[in-house]
């Protein structure tokens, strides 16, 4: 037997590998459809991936377009018997799940193994989650589902219309070079924190601290400061957990400028030197907050929208005026002009100075201290802009705590950073 195996061709063996592979994955898709008692389960779907991986192995192209004509046939067979059964149901989704399997299969045999097991896993999950993805949907508001739709837009449609690879912006003197795509990627990437974070506070919300002002630091910190500030003024006890949300909107600023930097410099050496002093931000906030407030206390926090094209526009726009400014800056007056420009920036949008500073550094305009050092200036002056704003509350003692205590934090990172540096 094992001679025989040796003689088998390799491209055999290979094929032979991708057919178990594809019945083994169109068993798994019809595990949930046999659960939940459909008329087409386990056999059925492991049959149909079987039949799309010998017919892509075959090579034979009108063969395969037959074989999915078939199905699709088969499919609606399926679905008009169930509207005429007693249910009275028609199940286009295993008539969709069956197709999908066959292209499973297909993606399988012609050597697509990571992306037919991701279409298998996913599929999977759609079927598995009906009723909480039926409930979710039900539960969106008109507001919501605009808010998901401009934000697919600028996603999924926009990103792919950028040029790819650098292109040079400004006159030559003081040329400035960008990435459009990372750019562009890097805007997506805050807008979709926001709204991952608004559905988490809309969710949770209410039920402590913690979540409230964390979560809530990471969709808006200044929505946190805000609603602290109101409530301070409502129910004047609460000023110890209204300065521990302060603060943990601080440790969510620098957990997602931290996020921004180790994420978008894989390929040009990831700005390791920014954990240490970051992480001491983040830490230190969490530190102050646990020992400082009771988390079992509940406030609500009014997020009006997940998303904003708007905003989405208006930050995309800002943060490249701050990379062009920065660059600009850093060339005519060396990298105490970047510095400046970057620390300024930050009261406005830490996460812009921060991006800004990620770009020059891939572009090699800066070497990885000083673009951390730029992201530590932008960091601490958005800690700054929080201090700031609770010293607009007639509650003195929310105010000085919360100076008081983001002093501490600027000093301790100031402190680690110069130990590590020096």
Do not use: C
């Amino acid at each position: 037997m094992s001679v025989l195996l040796q003689n088998i061709p390799a491209p055999v063996d290979i094929a032979v590998t991708r057919i178990v592979l594809a019945g083994a994955l169109g068993m798994f898709l019809g595990l949930e459809r046999e659960w939940s008692q459909k008329t087409a389960g386990i056999r059925t779907f492991a049959l149909i991936s079987l039949l799309g991986a010998v017919f892509t192995v075959l090579d034979q192209q009108a063969l395969l377009v037959v074989g999915g004509v078939l199905v699709i046939v088969q499919g609606t067979v399926l679905a008009v018997d169930g509207l005429l059964s007693e249910d009275g149901g028609l199940s286009m989704t295993t008539s969709v799940s069956m197709l999908v399997a066959y292209g499973i299969g297909a993606l399988v045999a012609a050597g697509y193994i990571i992306e037919g097991v991701t279409v298998a896993v996913v599929s999977s999950l759609l079927l598995v989650l009906k009723r909480e993805l039926h409930s979710f949907a039900w539960g969106l508001t008109h507001e919501e589902l605009q808010s998901a739709t401009e934000f697919a837009i600028l996603a999924f449609v926009v990103y792919p219309l950028l040029p790819a690879g650098s292109v040079s912006v400004g006159p030559e003197s003081v040329a400035v070079s960008l990435e459009p795509r990372v750019v562009w990627l890097m805007v997506v990437t805050v807008a979709g924190i926001g709204i991952a974070n608004y559905a988490i506070v809309q969710t949770y919300g209410g039920r402590g601290i913690a979540v409230t002002g964390f979560f809530g630091g990471l969709a808006s910190s200044t929505a946190v400061v805000g609603t602290m500030l109101d409530h301070v003024q409502q129910r004047p006890k609460a000023t110890s957990y209204a300065v521990a949300a302060v603060l943990l909107a601080d440790a969510a600023m620098a957990l997602r400028n931290l996020v921004i930097a180790l994420v978008f410099t894989f390929e040009t050496g990831i700005l390791v030197e920014a954990v240490v002093p970051l992480g001491a931000v983040i830490l230190g906030s969490v530190l102050v907050a646990a020992v400082t407030a009771d988390w079992r206390e509940t406030v609500e926090m009014d997020l009006t929208s997940p998303f904003s094209l708007r905003r989405a526009l208006t930050f995309g726009a800002l943060f490249l005026f701050i990379v062009l400014a920065g660059s600009v800056a850093q060339q005519l007056f060396g990298t105490a002009g970047f510095y400046v420009t970057a620390a300024i920036s930050g009261l406005v949008s830490s996460a812009g100075a921060t991006t800004s500073a990620v770009i020059l550094y891939r572009s090699g305009s800066l070497v990885a201290s000083q673009a951390v050092l730029a992201i530590l200036l932008a960091t601490g002056a958005s800690i700054i802009v929080k201090a700031g704003l609770t010293l607009a509350s007639p509650n003195r003692q929310f105010a000085y705590r919360v100076t008081v205590w983001s002093g501490v934090l600027l000093v301790g990172a100031t402190v680690v950073t110069l130990a590590i540096t020096l």
